[in-house]
Structure formats: structure tokens, C-alpha cells
């Protein structure tokens, strides 16, 4: 499962040498990770995008989807 997830991730990242939208790219990784279950590294991914580019539109769908994950989280106790 984590080779999967390394392959989406050198996708996304060789993908995003060629497109202008780096932050659209990250966002696509973190969903690559989060259909992978690796919950931590799509955090710090979405984290990323809000750090990198606060005042794209991309980095509010992804403040929402750090939120709506951290509240999942907080709910199970993890």
C-alpha cells in the first residue's frame, strides 16, 4: 500500500514540473493519500498547500478538508 502511495505522490510531484497550478497538484496528492488511508501524510500535505499558497482558492478546500479530518480523527480518539 505505501509503494502505491510513494507512485501517486512521483506522479503528482513529476506531474506538477510540467503544470502551473502547483497547488492544485498537492491537493490531488492528498486525496491520492487519504484513498490510500495514510491520513498523516494527507494532513501534512493539506497543511502544505494552506502554508504555501494561503490565499488560493485551493488552499481553502483544503483547510476544510484538514478540518473535517481532524474532526474524524478527534471523534475515533486518534
Same mark, same amino acid.
Given at each position: 500500500?505505501?509503494?502505491?502511495? $510513494?507512485?501517486?505522490? @512521483?506522479?503528482f510531484l513529476l506531474f506538477g514540473l510540467c503544470s502551473r =497550478?502547483?497547488? $492544485?497538484? @498537492?491537493y490531488g496528492a492528498a486525496? $491520492?493519500?487519504e484513498a490510500? =488511508? =495514510?491520513r498523516l501524510s494527507a494532513e501534512a500535505t493539506y497543511e502544505? /498547500? /494552506?502554508?504555501?499558497?494561503?490565499d488560493s482558492t485551493t488552499a481553502t478546500?483544503?483547510?476544510e478538508r484538514l478540518a473535517t479530518l481532524r474532526s474524524v480523527s478527534a471523534a475515533h480518539g486518534m
Open positions: 500500500m505505501r509503494n502505491t502511495v $510513494a507512485c501517486w505522490c @512521483l506522479f =497550478d502547483k497547488a $492544485a497538484d @498537492l486525496q $491520492a493519500e490510500q =488511508d =495514510d502544505r /498547500i /494552506i502554508r504555501e499558497f494561503p478546500k483544503a483547510r
